[in-house]
């Protein structure tokens, strides 16, 4: 995340990514610390995260993005660990407690806007404007819904417009829909529902479940993951192109990220495709020797699609 000297008035984030992203932030004074999150922040929208003047040595960032994007694509490479809750928290100190969790949160240096704001710009490598990531954001969305807007590069074209407009037709929704400042919650609320085409996961479980995808394009097969789906959610694990098969798994986890188990056996989803996963994202095309290369190998089951049509994978207790 990139952002571009100290503050005076109001702190305002701005997004310039193309995920909806969820932020926190610490104020760090002498010995004083306190976290507060979580702020929800759509692509091309800025949000006051802290009114009136800060007068603390350093603020701190830590930002995450939606659960339908699957692993958080926000790099955080601070060094101060700080709490943070599942839900709307606000957090005193650096000793963490109950569901609470320490992350990495990164220092920000604001810069003041044309409005008097301190603004800080969360931003990724492609270095979109507002326009760009919004449209971008779009794409995303719509590839993860299963509609053909790759590649995803906040540049209108026809291929672009076309997956829009076959998205707002299924909805019952007109063109003007996209400019509505809600848009981003209709396309998510299209996402976390089964689909009429493409793969769908859903949580049935109290507990959160953490989804890997794999897919056999002919050449090579690539596993894919960590996909973060809550309970009672669903979501489109985003696959590109025309693969020849696709594999599913899915383990469910508790707030810890620690593997259930019932009855002493992990609460799992897959079959006997032994494919190479690990604790963290990741991206692997190659399967071979999992073990002697520090990884984990997870058993996969063969998702049976039918052209033009949708597949829900429910995961349930046994």
């Not at 503050?7 to 984030?13: E, P, S």
């Not at 709307?88 to 109950?98: L, P, T, Y």
């Not at 894919?224 to 594999?247: M, S």
Request: aromatic share 8%; with cysteine; glycine share 10%.
């Amino acid at each position: 995340m990139l952002f571009s000297t100290p503050a005076r008035a109001d702190l305002k984030l701005c997004n310039r990514m193309s995920y909806v992203v969820e932020a926190a932030i610490g104020i760090d004074d002498k010995s004083a610390t306190a976290t507060r999150g979580w702020f929800r922040i759509d692509p091309a929208a800025c949000r006051v995260v802290a009114q009136g003047n800060i007068t603390a040595e350093r603020i701190l960032l830590h930002a995450r993005s939606l659960p339908v994007y699957g692993a958080s694509p926000a790099p955080q490479n601070g060094t101060d660990n700080l709490c943070i809750a599942p839900k709307d928290f606000v957090i005193a100190g650096r000793q963490c407690r109950g569901s609470q969790t320490a992350v990495p949160f990164t220092e920000i240096k604001p810069s003041i806007g044309e409005d008097g704001h301190q603004v800080a710009y969360l931003a990724e490598g492609a270095e979109y404007d507002d326009e760009q990531a919004r449209l971008a954001a779009i794409q995303r969305l719509l590839v993860i819904a299963g509609y053909d807007a790759a590649p995803i590069d906040g540049v209108d074209g026809r291929k672009t417009q076309n997956a829009l407009a076959a998205f707002l037709k299924a909805r019952g929704l007109g063109a003007d829909a996209a400019q509505a400042p809600n848009f981003f919650e209709t396309m998510i609320a299209a996402v976390e529902t089964p689909s009429a085409t493409g793969l769908t996961w859903c949580n049935d479980t109290q507990y959160r479940v953490m989804a890997s995808i794999a897919t056999d394009d002919g050449k090579a097969v690539t596993s894919r993951g960590w996909y973060r789906i809550e309970p009672g959610k669903c979501l489109h694990p985003d696959v590109t192109g025309q693969p020849r098969r696709i594999f599913s798994f899915a383990e469910a986890v508790d707030s810890n990220g620690r593997t259930i188990k019932i009855n002493s056996r992990p609460l799992n989803w897959g079959g006997s495709t032994m494919l190479c996963t690990r604790e963290a994202q990741f991206e692997f095309t190659e399967q071979g020797d999992c073990g002697p290369r520090g990884l984990n190998a997870s058993g996969y089951e063969r998702v049976d699609m039918t052209a033009g049509a949708g597949k829900t994978i429910r995961f349930g207790m046994p």
